[in-house]
């Protein structure tokens, strides 16, 4: 059984940074890239970074390029976003992805296994 766990989320002030970190197991992490994305609400879910198997390619959702950064320790089996510069349109919950192949993919579609999210507000 393939589970995702993520932590990290929590409540702090526009400008502040988080770190997000997701568990994997039940699969073999480092041959599939890895997502993250989020949904606030009323929202549909949104793309925010993707690193393929071997970390060495990484995309980001324009909205959070040059602030956020993906990152993968196979020897733990986690994926992580760090989020800098946080601003309140960052507020949402934060999803990681396990994806079907070694490549990096944009859309939530195209990922098998999903965690059960991880909540960030950003206050002004």
């Known amino acids: 059984q393939v589970q995702l766990v993520e932590s990290g989320g929590g409540l702090v002030q526009a400008g502040a940074s988080l770190r997000l970190s997701c568990v994997v197991s039940?699969?073999?992490?480092?041959?599939?890239?890895m997502g993250w994305f989020r949904q606030a609400p009323g929202k549909e879910r949104e793309f925010v970074a993707a690193?393929?198997?071997?970390?060495?390619?990484?995309s980001y959702a324009d909205s959070v390029k040059g602030r956020f950064a993906i990152s993968r320790d196979d020897t733990r089996n986690t994926v992580y976003l760090q989020m800098n510069d946080l601003k309140p349109e960052d507020t949402a919950a934060y999803f990681c992805?396990?994806?079907?192949?070694?490549?990096?993919?944009?859309?939530?579609?195209?990922?098998?296994?999903w965690g059960k999210g991880a909540q960030v507000n950003v206050s002004k």
């Open positions: 992805a396990s994806g079907r192949y070694s490549w990096l993919e944009t859309t939530p579609g195209s990922y098998e296994y």
């Open positions: 039940g699969r073999t992490f480092s041959r599939y890239g």
């Open positions: 690193i393929n198997s071997n970390g060495r390619t990484t």
